[in-house]
């Protein structure tokens, strides 16, 4: 059974930093890109961040381009998201979420249920 | 960036009825639009690829259509489950962009 498990979401003030990680299983993880999407409260959803099977490629969404920075690491099953330079817009649940295919058209097959990052003063 | 609009941004319906939802693109996607259905405090759930593939599990009640710009997600008959919130995305253009959801409530 595929399972996605997202940790390291916390309160924090404009300006900080944090960083979030997911726990993956169930399927071989160096296998597949894999991704970041956010959901702001109330809100829709968002794709953040992808980066390819081994860690080689990383593309991001322009509203957080030079202050996210994802990584892997594929001995540990695991996907990182580190977020400087922290506003209130980034305020959001983060959902980590494996590529359905190895084709580089992405949709998203499995998705874990998310930790909440909550930037405020 | 490609923009998906979803209309109605809410359907009232009663369990057994007809569910059509549209999902309207800037600019052609082909076949590469995607559905999700997301209950209150889940995750997201694949539903439909490439417009009309059912994922794995998916009842066939529910079925997707279309290609180009215009794509629709229909859900013969209601089941109490299916109230939800359904997100469409397209897969043809990076980056991958989202529709802003219609929600699916009890009439």
């Known amino acids: 059974e595929v399972q996605l498990v997202e940790s390291g979401g916390a309160v924090v003030q404009p300006g900080e930093s944090l960083r979030l990680s997911c726990a993956a299983s169930?399927?071989?993880?160096?296998?597949?890109?894999m991704h970041w999407v956010r959901q702001a409260p109330g809100k829709g959803l968002e794709w953040v961040s992808l980066?390819?099977?081994?860690?080689?490629?990383?593309y991001y969404a322009d509203s957080v381009k030079g202050r996210f920075t994802i990584s892997r690491d594929n001995s540990r099953n695991s996907l990182y998201l580190q977020m400087n330079s922290l506003t209130t817009e980034d305020t959001a649940l983060y959902y980590c979420?494996?590529?359905?295919?190895?084709?580089?058209?992405?949709?998203?097959?499995?998705w874990g249920h998310g930790t909440l990052v909550t930037v405020s003063s | 960036e490609i923009v998906l609009t979803q209309s109605p941004a809410t359907l009232s319906l009663s369990p057994g009825e007809r569910a059509t939802l549209s999902c309207r693109a800037s600019?052609?996607?082909?076949?590469?639009l995607v559905w999700y259905k997301q209950k209150p405090g889940q995750a997201p759930r694949l539903l439909i690829y490439?417009?009309?593939n059912r994922a794995t599990g998916i009842p066939a009640r529910f079925s997707g259509s279309g290609s180009g710009t215009d794509f629709t997600l229909s859900i013969s008959s209601l089941e109490p489950e299916d109230f939800a919130v359904y997100y469409c995305?397209?897969?043809?253009?990076?980056?991958?962009?989202f529709g802003g959801g219609t929600k699916v409530e009890i009439k």
């Open positions: 980066i390819n099977w081994d860690g080689g490629t990383m």
């Open positions: 995305q397209q897969r043809s253009n990076w980056p991958p962009t």
């Open positions: 169930g399927f071989r993880f160096d296998d597949y890109s």
């Open positions: 490439d417009a009309s």
């Open positions: 979420a494996k590529a359905a295919t190895t084709s580089p058209r992405y949709y998203f097959d499995y």
């Open positions: 600019q052609s996607v082909s076949s590469f």
